[in-house]
């Protein structure tokens, strides 16, 4: 069997990041980072699930509301229910991640939602998977048979990255993970959610836009000019978070491409 990897983003949530990034520790990372240009790495769109996803629903709030959340919880002021723990969060965020957290909360009762808030320690898939909101399946295992960089050589421009994995006894929800290293040592990478897959061939392309973001402010941090030279980029396959010491999470399985600018 063989298919597409799904990835969608929930208009509810006014396709904000997905996941906060954090990509597999064995990487060569230099620090601790999010994508240094917003638009760099974009997942090309294949597919689009019927009605509500709620596993991606659950990991998209979460990646935008935990850290809110914990800390409404820290400082002790939420003594009612779910409507009062939503709301001082709907007030620090949006309406819309407000009324979520509802739908979340009234799952579980508030005393519950709020020892899941506390135990998932900021790692959005395995909050989700507390709450039974995304699967879990921790016989599962993926492997690369493709990872390539198209061009393999050309100016500042878009290079397509495709990649193959195989897995045989399915997948459990997790993320894929990419690392770009860069001729200035700017660090870049982003993380995309992997909802849980059957066992069988799957595919998938991600495009990175590899020239100077017009929008990108240098007092906000560094900006990536995508020098002449060699890049390479890692991909990771993860259970649950990649880099997560969290019950659900391994990494499956890594690769890597290059590809080199020329001008």
């Keep these: 069997m063989k298919g597409l990897i799904t990835f969608s983003i929930c208009a509810l949530l006014l396709a904000q990041p997905l996941i906060g990034l954090r990509l597999?520790?064995?990487?060569?990372?230099?620090?601790?980072?999010?994508?240094v240009s917003k638009s760099a790495i974009k997942?090309?769109?294949q597919a689009e699930k019927v009605g509500l996803d709620k596993c991606k629903l659950c990991v998209d709030f979460a990646g935008q509301a935990l850290n809110q959340l914990l800390n409404i919880i820290l400082q002790g002021g939420v003594v009612g229910g779910c409507s009062e723990l939503c709301g001082i969060l709907a007030?620090?965020?949006?309406?819309?991640?407000?009324?979520?957290?509802?739908?979340?909360?009234?799952?579980?009762g508030v005393e519950e939602f709020i020892k899941i808030v506390q135990k998932a320690d900021l790692d959005p898939i395995y909050y989700c998977e507390l709450l039974t909101a995304c699967p879990v399946n921790d016989a599962g295992d993926a492997k690369?048979?493709?990872?390539?960089?198209?061009?393999?050589?050309?100016?500042q421009g878009t290079f397509a990255l495709d990649f193959e994995y195989e897995s045989k006894n399915g997948t459990g929800t997790g993320e894929i993970a990419l690392e770009v290293?860069?001729?200035?040592?700017?660090p870049l990478g982003d993380a995309f959610l992997h909802e849980l897959q059957p066992a069988g061939t799957y595919t998938g392309e991600f495009q990175l836009k590899a020239e100077p973001d017009p929008d990108c402010d240098p007092t906000q941090?560094?900006?990536?000019?995508?020098?002449?030279?060699?890049?390479?980029v890692k991909i990771a396959i993860c259970?649950?978070?990649?880099?997560?010491?969290?019950?659900?999470?391994?990494?499956?399985?890594?690769?890597?491409a290059t590809f080199t600018i020329t001008q």
């Design 24 to 35: 597999p520790s064995n990487f060569n990372f230099q620090t601790e980072y999010k994508i």
């Design 43 to 45: 997942l090309v769109a």
């Design 91 to 108: 007030s620090k965020t949006s309406p819309a991640i407000g009324t979520v957290c509802n739908l979340l909360c009234d799952i579980v």
């Design 144 to 155: 690369f048979t493709k990872f390539t960089a198209t061009p393999a050589s050309g100016p």
């Design 181 to 186: 290293v860069t001729v200035d040592g700017i």
């Design 221 to 232: 941090g560094p900006c990536e000019q995508w020098l002449p030279g060699d890049y390479t």
């Design 239 to 256: 259970n649950g978070e990649c880099g997560s010491k969290h019950p659900h999470s391994q990494i499956y399985d890594e690769s890597s």
